[in-house]
C-alpha cells in the first residue's frame, strides 16, 4: 500500500478541520420488516404483518454521514420534496448532527424515498417513489444559490450522481466552473445520463459498469481485458481531462491514473455481507484525501480499504474511522 505524504495518525488527524461540500441526489431508505405466514386472497403475493420500520438516510446524504464519520463537516445541497418524505429526511438528517441549511424545497417534485418489504431475511419489494426529469429553471436557480452560499466554507466538492435530475448538465456545469475559480478541488461519483459532462474536475471514480456505459464501449476487467479497459480510461482522460481517474473494480479491486502514472491495487480479501454504500464510503474518504493534496495512488489504496471495510456490515453503514486508521497502519509501514 503506497505511503501516504504525512503520517496516518496526523492525516486522519487532518481529516477533522476539513469542510466537504456535497451536491447531488439525496434519498430515504426505508424499511419495512415482518413475517408472511400466507398468501393474500386477492393475488398470488404474500400477506405481511408489520413488526417494525425504519428510515435511513441515503444517496448524497449518506456520503455525508460517511464524510462526518471520518471526522470533516459535511454541507449538503440537494433538492427534496415539500412533502413527508422531506420532513423526515430533514429531521433524520438534524438527528445526526448535519446540518439542512443547503437543502432546497420542491412543490413540483417528490423527496426520492425506496422501501424495502422485508419478511424472513429476504427482500419481498422495493417500491421506489420518485421522479428523474431536470431540475426545472427556478429549482435549479435555488439549487445553485444554495451551492453559491455554502462554496466558500468548503475545502472540496463532491457531485454525487443517481440520476435523479438533480445533477443536470447546466447544474453540473456551473457548479464546476464556480469551485475551479475559487481554486476548491472537485470529486465526482458519476451516473450514466452525464456521465462525461464532468469537464476538468480534480478526480473521476466511476466503477467499472458506470465507465463501460458511459463511454459506451465493451471491455473486460483489466486482469483479463488490461488493453481494452486501458483504452477506455484513456479515452475518458481524453475527453474529461481530469486530474486524476479513480476506478473501482469490485473484486478485481481499484486502479488509479493521475499523469501516466498507473496504479492496479488488488482487492482486500474480506467476508461481504453487502456492498450496498460502499461507493458512497469510497468517494468520501477520496475527496478528503484529495483536499489534503495526498497522491493519487495513496488516495486509491485508502478508498479501497474503507470501501472493503463497510461491506462486512449489513445494510447501508458509514466507515469506522478508528477501524479504518488501524488497518490502515497495519498495512503500511514506518508510520
Request: proline share 6%; charged share 20%.
Amino acid at each position: 500500500m503506497p505511503a501516504p505524504a504525512a503520517s496516518l495518525p496526523d492525516l486522519f488527524e487532518k481529516f477533522n478541520h476539513l469542510r466537504v461540500l456535497i451536491v447531488g441526489d439525496v434519498m430515504l431508505d426505508a424499511y419495512v420488516w415482518g413475517r408472511a405466514s400466507r398468501l393474500s386472497p386477492e393475488a398470488p403475493v404474500p400477506v405481511v404483518h408489520v413488526e417494525r420500520t425504519e428510515q435511513r438516510l441515503g444517496g448524497a446524504a449518506n456520503v455525508a454521514l460517511n464524510v462526518q464519520a471520518l471526522g470533516a463537516t459535511p454541507l449538503l445541497c440537494a433538492v427534496v420534496g415539500d412533502d413527508a418524505g422531506g420532513t423526515q429526511l430533514r429531521e433524520l438528517l438534524t438527528e445526526r448532527g448535519l446540518s439542512v441549511e443547503g437543502l432546497v424545497a420542491s412543490a413540483a417534485r417528490p423527496t426520492t424515498v425506496k422501501q424495502r418489504i422485508l419478511a424472513h431475511g429476504q427482500q419481498l419489494v422495493r417500491i421506489d417513489s420518485e421522479v428523474e426529469t431536470d431540475l426545472d429553471d427556478i429549482e435549479a436557480a435555488d439549487l445553485l444559490a444554495a451551492f453559491e452560499r455554502l462554496m466558500p466554507r468548503a475545502d472540496v466538492v463532491i457531485f454525487e450522481d443517481y440520476d435523479k435530475g438533480v445533477l443536470s448538465e447546466r447544474v453540473i456545469g456551473e457548479c464546476l466552473a464556480r469551485a475551479r475559480a475559487q481554486g476548491i478541488p472537485t470529486v465526482v461519483d458519476p451516473k450514466k445520463k452525464n456521465f462525461l459532462a464532468y469537464h476538468g474536475c480534480t478526480l473521476f471514480k466511476p466503477n467499472l459498469k458506470e465507465l463501460r456505459e458511459g463511454l459506451k464501449l465493451d471491455f473486460g476487467p483489466p486482469d483479463q481485458d488490461a488493453p481494452g479497459f486501458e483504452a477506455a480510461v484513456a479515452r475518458l482522460r481524453e475527453i474529461l481531462q481530469p486530474d486524476t481517474v479513480l476506478v473501482t473494480l469490485s473484486e478485481h479491486g481499484v486502479f488509479a491514473q493521475q499523469g501516466e502514472i498507473k496504479t492496479y491495487l488488488p482487492a482486500h480479501l474480506r467476508q461481504i455481507s453487502d456492498v450496498s454504500g460502499a461507493g458512497d464510503t469510497v468517494i468520501s474518504i477520496a475527496a478528503c484525501c484529495v483536499a489534503l493534496g495526498q497522491p493519487a495512488a495513496f488516495t486509491a489504496a485508502l478508498a479501497n480499504l474503507g470501501g472493503g471495510l463497510v461491506c462486512e456490515q449489513v445494510g447501508v453503514v458509514p466507515i469506522e474511522k478508528t477501524r479504518l486508521l488501524t488497518e490502515a497502519s497495519a498495512l503500511i509501514t514506518g508510520y
